[in-house]
């Protein structure tokens, strides 16, 4: 509402039914692009693609919203909502979240380990790349500097989801 420069406290209400209501448009407008860049990505993988290169496919387009204002204000909402990540299945949008979903659950699927720990390793991939991104969002935003170029961050950003993915 001060973004706005509004003063109706029910302005909200009023144009996306509740405060869940805005969110949801919030992470459809901006996450539902991501989602189909995700998918382009992993649909030029083929058939058995590499770990790293299925993290990649969560990485770039993510932190792709690293270069714009409305881009980084979008990765500090989503790592807010990072009590929700356990039950992300139940709770994403499959209108924007359907490639995330698929590539994650390939991931999910790897069998080198029991399937609860699968699990937690998948939810542990979302939290690492939320965090990392927003707080580099939230550094660029107050004017401080990052120690790592973008390329060199998400490069190591894949690494670093690569390694937790594939322990």
Request: net charge negative.
């Amino acid at each position: 509402m001060e973004a706005a420069d509004q003063r109706n406290v029910s302005a909200v209400s009023y144009h996306f039914g509740s405060r869940e209501g805005l969110l949801a448009e919030i992470l459809s407008r901006r996450g539902g692009p991501v989602d189909r860049e995700r998918g382009d990505c992993r649909d030029h993988l083929g058939a058995a693609p590499d770990p790293a290169d299925l993290v990649a496919c969560l990485v770039v387009p993510y932190a792709a919203l690293l270069h714009t204002e409305h881009g980084r204000s979008y990765l500090q909402i989503v790592a807010q909502l990072r009590g929700r990540f356990a039950a992300w299945r139940a709770e994403s949008d499959p209108a924007t979240t359907k490639h995330l979903t698929r590539i994650l659950d390939e991931l999910e699927r790897r069998p080198d380990a029991p399937a609860p720990v699968r699990r937690e390793r998948v939810v542990a991939l979302i939290m690492l790349l939320t965090a990392s991104v927003a707080d580099r969002a939230r550094r660029i935003d107050d004017g401080r500097g990052n120690e790592l170029d973008h390329d060199a961050f998400v490069d190591n950003l894949v690494h670093m989801g690569t390694a937790l993915i594939a322990s």
